[in-house]
């Protein structure tokens, strides 16, 4: 008498299964892949001269008031904000790129002196070149990068230097960056600087009210309407 095994018979379709899992994630892995590379090194032409000035305002004056609070996870988030927003990064690269630009604002914060500022150079060299990287504006990076950080140099220092340097220096920083003449980007230097000289004198009489950063920031959407017309013409 032959016993038939209680499997005999039977179709065992787990490892096909098994197969199929395996290649559907792979798959989905290969894909995340190539997201990835593509959000972070693909060369777009995103047209920088086209963005949206009232939400650029919006968001400075949220980063103004981070930076000022010492908030840099904040600071971070509402810089890779402002990338998608102004300069239309992709998801990822705008994360990348706003960790360079938080790193030279709190570097920058953080120095005494002209020596101790240049620390924050590489990070905004970094930062501009992935601007760079995304646009269709062949500015130079290094030059972009030296000017930012002395509007920066010139704010602080503000006191040394003579009335409408700040304004003139804004004007350069955002010239160099979208290759236009400095005249025509003077109305949105002399807004932003107005703008930031409000923060610094209620900051020094104690407090900066909601009232203030209203007015901090009707300023600064202003300043980057201003900047809209003079990079389009």
């Not at 379709?13 to 590379?37: C, D, H, S």
């Not at 047209?47 to 919006?58: P, Y």
């Not at 953080?110 to 620390?119: A, L």
């Not at 504006?137 to 602080?156: G, M, S």
């Amino acid at each position: 008498m032959q016993f038939q095994s209680p499997n005999e018979g039977i179709s065992r379709p787990l490892p096909q299964r098994r197969i199929n899992l395996r290649v559907v994630i792979l798959t989905i892995l290969g894909l995340l892949l190539v997201y990835v590379a593509v959000d972070l090194f693909w060369p777009f032409h995103r047209d920088l001269r086209q963005f949206d000035s009232e939400e650029t305002g919006k968001l400075e004056t949220a980063m103004w008031r981070s930076y000022y609070d010492r908030e840099p996870a904040k600071l971070f988030f509402q810089l890779a904000e402002l990338l998608r927003t102004q300069f239309q990064f992709p998801l990822l690269r705008s994360y990348r790129t706003a960790y360079n630009a938080a790193k030279a604002a709190f570097v920058f914060k953080d120095g005494k002196n002209r020596r101790d500022y240049e620390q924050a150079l590489p990070y905004l060299e970094s930062y501009f070149g992935a601007i760079r990287g995304v646009g269709n504006i062949e500015f130079d990076v290094r030059k972009a990068a030296r000017l930012e950080l002395e509007w920066w140099i010139v704010h602080r220092e503000r006191d040394r230097n003579p009335p409408g340097a700040l304004d003139r220096a804004c004007a350069e920083a955002a010239a160099a960056l979208y290759q236009a003449s400095p005249e025509s980007t003077m109305e949105h230097g002399r807004l932003r600087a107005a703008a930031m000289i409000i923060r610094d004198a209620r900051a020094d009489s104690g407090e900066v009210s909601e009232k203030d950063w209203m007015l901090i920031e009707s300023l600064l959407r202003e300043c980057y309407r201003s900047l809209q017309r003079a990079v389009a013409r």
